[in-house]
């Protein structure tokens, strides 16, 4: 871990840095991820593809394991959140194969178009923001599957992944902490 931290602070860090570290600002970023899973406009699936994909290119160990459809009910519970309002009422749950899948979003046929292109937009802001933002024929196949509402959505979603989830593999925090509904830990 980069940063000082007690031991009992390891499994649950995000409320140990918005008490002793950038207080504001810790607390924003928990404001933005918290207000992702509780109001994007997409689906499980295109929210899961596309949040799965930038876990793999962040290397955040955390971000890998975590399943929407099983964590964030008990994360919105435990924060007073909606979670039967949340991103994980929003269609069917991916199996393990749509996770194992995601970095072969251009072949593995268990992806709908829709699927597709939010993976390949995650990809192309995660590596190469330049060449998405001038890949006419992405942007093609993402007019024609998506609103500018759900382009709009998917993109600050997108944002909030890569951000946080670099930040949190960065500082090593996913090499200690687990998500587990604050409810379950003594």
Known sequence: MRI???????????PHLAEHYARDIVNSGSLFSTTTYQKSILSLREFEGARARTAEINGCRLCRDFRAARDVPAYLAAIGGAPDKSIASRGPVPDEAFYANVSRWADY??????ERVAIAYAEGLGLDPQGIARDEAFWKRAKAAFSDEEIV???????????????????????????VPREKVA
Request: net charge negative; glycine share 10%; with cysteine.
């Open 4 to 14: 000082a931290m007690s031991a009992e602070h390891e499994r649950d860090p995000i």
């Open 109 to 114: 046929p268990g992806f709908s178009e829709r």
């Open 153 to 179: 959505d998917l993109s600050y979603c997108i944002a909030c992944w890569i951000g946080l989830g670099r930040i949190v593999h960065t500082l090593g925090l996913d090499s200690v902490c687990s998500f």
